[in-house]
């Protein structure tokens, strides 16, 4: 039976899927490894990450489809680790000898030992041939300096691409190549037209190379200066921040068979706003007047003719003179005839104010401090003392959603609401921080702003948050920013019924006032002359006196009023609460979804294990609420609700067996407890866990982690697929080779469970050698069993 699509057309489609994807990557001149781009199937499609979707795997569609796609698949190749380097070496050696003429162009992303020794006398019919210089002093490049020594090594078309960095060993390889370009002078036939680097056929010579002048080690101008005798070369490509000397380029020049010399805009080291602008468009300016450069010289613009460089100051002045001619071109809308509607005044009310609220839609703030900062309500304010009717409609604007991360505000708006109350029913949303900060004055820092006034005038109230600033000077932030009393706390239902989140609120402890004459300064220095020793050892004495210890006090839990329509509270529980079992009602909090205990007394947790909480599906337990003695207990009677755990520490095998109907978990911790392990985790329902986002950076700090990530036993938590960690994977095989959690990552991958970056990306494993494959599974048995005697530095 013929196939449906003939081959002719099938394989113009293949090539657009298998082949012309890599031409970009080929002819990169950047030879910095570690480039995101380097991994193309880490930030594709994430359909694609899977190897049943990737275009290779049209080959398996049918035959027909094999025979035309394995000649585009093979025909280049990019090898960036030497397991790539021995599986394609083997591939068109040992398994399908046949398939090694398809490869025509290679690129070589590091040394790779005799790998790439084996590979390029694999690779007989090699017609482009790219090299990355960067190569680093601990990688063995002997095998590819003898490979580019071979006799049928002679491309058509050179990619050499470099970075400013140096090593000796990329000193050896320029000095292999320098030596072997005389050689390369393979040439059939020549075209009569320029065209783009990416569109050379195979029947031209040409060289893509970048030029530094400016490192330590052998200078590649020195390679430019060689392909001036080289009697094939056709076209030579470079970057504009990475090309030779003038005079280097007029030797080069001198060449009768060049007929294109292509300068790219790709950015390889210099930015653009710190190259010097006058000293490129001087260069540009004498090959201008060159005849021969002139005339073989193609830019990459649209009419191939060199531009004019700028700096940065002018760059961005001409981008604002450009935006005021465009605005002065737009012609002016021609005046139209229509009929003037009836005056204002004279529509109904609710008319006129649809009308003005639109318009108040349109208010722009009257000064902006900072881009990100736009505040329209002094505008809408300055509207609202125009007439009743604006202000009726401005102030629900003003007051509905307020935000005050700066203490001196806060004081404002309970001075506000202190002289008119009614402005409080207004307000929606509310975020305050109500604790002082006076890097002046060390008696006032500290001290909390009563925001009784504003609390109590706010009865349509849904969201009361604290809002803390980043200029402070110590680590205290959001727990320190809003501050209220329990007995304040327990009144707001009867205050504002509807509020439905209460994040961030602390309940500080309580202390018994001093006692009289207690804390007093003494007055002895006044008996001594002044300056006399005496009156200093008074002095320095009052001054190293300890102020007297604040005596705590037990706060009595009082009337307690339901919650009716709270269903978010992330607070802090710093008093001491008294109070009998009995006395405590369980129906406070009857729509509670979501409860934090961001740090806690124990009374509190004996608290709410007293309430029934009938829809609690969210639960975080941090600091003090995790160790506290009353944390076994309340997991007890709430863990099987708790659909998603977050903790500060790692969880103890009880843990996962109470919250029975657990799905996500989340740990805080950046450092597991010494020996251990996830063995003892056993959860039918477990299917996403959420480590911390800082995860360590230095060796000694990572292998503690070593026996909970080998431990985990898909029999014991058949659901767990997704593992999200705060980290990035590496893209290029130096570092692939020396990270640490790579291991781990395959080797759960294998059990069905993904370690996913920071980005959300998961690991896809790498082709890599066996013996380095050998190598990490001897290591990482090893850091098993090693002991946690090291401190986390990060």
């Known amino acids: 039976m013929p196939p449906s699509i003939p081959e002719e057309l099938l394989h113009d489609i293949l090539e657009h899927l298998l082949d012309f994807p890599t031409d970009a990557e080929f002819f990169v001149l950047n030879g910095r490894r570690d480039a995101k781009n380097a991994a193309r199937w880490r930030i594709a499609d994430p359909a694609l990450r899977d190897l049943s979707r990737r275009p290779p795997a049209l080959l398996l569609v049918c035959k027909a489809w094999r025979r035309v796609g394995v000649p585009l698949l093979y025909r280049t190749a990019i090898i960036r680790s030497k397991g790539q380097a021995e599986s394609l070496t083997h591939a068109i050696t040992a398994l399908y000898p046949e398939r090694a003429r398809f490869v025509r162009r290679l690129r070589l992303e590091g040394g790779f030992g005799m790998d790439a020794f084996k590979l ?78 990416i569109e050379l056929t195979s029947t031209q010579m040409a060289v893509h190379l970048t030029c530094i002048e400016w490192h330590l080690g052998p200078y590649t101008t020195s390679i430019v200066r060689l392909l001036a005798n080289a009697p094939a070369l056709h076209t030579v490509v470079m970057p504009i921040d990475g090309r030779p000397p003038l005079n280097d380029i007029r030797i080069l020049s001198r060449n009768r068979a060049l007929g294109c010399l292509f300068f790219t805009s790709e950015r390889t080291f210099a930015n653009y706003y710190h190259m010097d602008a006058n000293e490129i468009n001087a260069v540009e300016a004498k090959i201008a007047e060159d005849p021969r450069l002139s005339s073989i010289c193609v830019y990459d613009t649209e009419d191939g003719k060199a531009k004019r460089w700028v700096d940065s100051h002018e760059y961005h002045r001409n981008l604002y003179l450009a935006d005021v001619a465009r605005r002065k071109r737009v012609p002016s809308p021609e ?33 902006i401090l900072s881009p990100t900062v736009v505040d329209v309500k002094p505008a809408l304010l300055s509207c609202s003392r125009v007439c009743k009717m604006w202000r009726r409609l401005a102030l629900p604007r003003v007051y509905a959603n307020i935000s005050l991360m700066w203490s001196y505000k806060t004081q404002h708006l309970a001075k506000s609401f202190e002289m008119n109350p009614q402005l409080g029913r207004y307000v929606r949303t509310l975020g305050l921080n109500n604790r002082l900060r006076d890097l002046k004055d060390d008696s006032r820092d500290g001290q909390i702003i009563d925001i009784d ?62 006692a009289e004459g207690e804390g007093e300064q003494t007055q002895e220095d006044e008996h001594f002359p002044e300056g006399s020793a005496a009156a200093t050892t008074a002095v320095d004495t009052a001054g190293d006196k300890k102020k007297p210890a604040q005596k705590e006090l037990t706060v009595a839990l009082g009337p307690l009023t339901p919650f009716r329509a709270l269903r978010v509270l992330h607070f802090h529980g710093a008093a001491k609460l008294k109070f009998k079992d009995a006395d405590v009602p369980n129906d406070i909090f009857p729509v509670l979804e979501d409860l934090k205990f961001m740090s806690c007394h124990t009374s509190f947790l004996r608290l709410f294990n007293l309430f029934e909480l009938p829809r609690l599906r969210k639960l975080a337990l941090h600091s003090s609420a995790q160790t506290c003695e009353d944390a076994g207990d309340f997991l007890e009677r709430h863990g099987p609700k708790v659909e998603e755990l977050d903790l500060a520490f790692f969880p103890t095998d009880t843990v996962l067996e109470l919250c029975t109907a657990m799905r996500t978990l989340h740990v805080r911790e950046r450092k597991p407890p010494s020996k251990y392990s996830a063995a003892g985790w056993r959860s039918k329902t477990l299917s996403v866990i959420h480590f911390t986002d800082e995860m360590p950076a230095r060796i000694q700090a990572q292998r503690p982690w070593a026996p909970v990530l080998s431990t985990i036993d898909p029999s014991k938590v058949p659901k767990l697929k997704i593992m999200h960690m705060g980290l990035l994977w590496p893209t290029d095989e130096r570092s692939i080779s020396s990270n640490f959690w790579i291991p781990f990552a395959e080797s759960l991958l294998q059990k069905g469970i993904e370690i996913r970056d920071q980005d959300n990306l998961p690991w896809i494993p790498r082709l890599r050698s066996h013996r380095e494959l050998k190598r990490k599974i001897a290591d990482m048995s090893e850091s098993k069993h090693e002991s946690d005697d090291f401190d986390d530095d990060e």
């Not at 005056?343 to 639109?358: A, D, F, G, K, T």
Request: glycine fraction near 2%; hydrophobic fraction near 35%; charge should be positive.
């Open 120 to 197: 390029l006398k694999a690779t007989t019919r090699l017609t482009h041939l790219a090299i990355n210089l960067h190569v680093f002093a601990n990688e063995s490049i002997i095998g590819l300096c003898r490979g580019l020594q071979l006799e049928h090594v002679n491309p058509t078309v050179l990619v050499l691409a470099d970075t400013k960095e140096n090593s000796k060993n990329r000193a050896k390889l320029v000095d292999t190549v320098t030596d072997q370009v005389p050689r390369w002078t393979k040439l059939e036939s020549r075209p009569d037209a320029n065209p783009r680097p």
């Open 453 to 514: 006034a504003v609390l109590g005038n706010v009865p349509n109230l849904r969201v009361l948050s604290a809002k803390c600033t980043d200029l402070t000077s110590d680590q205290r932030r959001q727990s320190d920013a809003l501050r209220i009393s329990w007995s304040r706390f327990t009144s707001l239902p009867q205050l504002s019924s509807g509020l439905t989140e209460n994040v961030g609120v602390k309940i500080p402890k309580e202390y018994a006032p001093p």
């Open 335 to 367: 005046p139209t005839t229509y009929a003037s509607p009836p005056p204002m005044h004279l529509q109904p009310l609710e008319v006129q104010q649809r009308i003005w609220l639109r318009i108040f839609d349109f208010v722009k703030p009257t000064s």
